[in-house]
């Protein structure tokens, strides 16, 4: 197997919950605001290369450890706007 060096590598934060579009004045392209998607992102920077971040509630939501067998025990750091646990798990 290749080892992709770390700048070419993929991390994934996943976080469900409401959000408002915002639209652009040129060009009319929609961009999502809101907590959940701060906390997506903050999930992001929290996973390694090749790993997949998400909060406890949407790991659960999605079928949790049934669905996902190679996912981590959730386990809880501190990130501003999510208080409960997270899963991280490899991407395949």
């Not at 961009?31 to 790993?51: F, H, I, S, Y």
């Not at 049934?66 to 646990?85: R, S």
Request: with cysteine; glycine share 14%; net charge positive.
């Amino acid at each position: 197997a290749w080892d992709y060096p770390k700048s070419m590598s993929t991390r994934i934060g996943i976080n469900g919950g409401q959000v408002w579009m915002f639209r652009y004045t040129k060009g009319g392209v929609e961009d999502p605001l809101g907590t959940p998607v701060d906390v997506a992102a903050r999930l992001c920077k929290l996973a390694k290369a090749q790993e997949i971040a998400c909060s406890k509630a949407t790991f659960v939501t999605a079928g949790g450890g049934d669905l996902f067998p190679n996912a981590c025990e959730p386990f809880n750091v501190p990130i501003k706007g999510i208080q409960q646990g997270c899963h991280f798990g490899k991407g395949a």
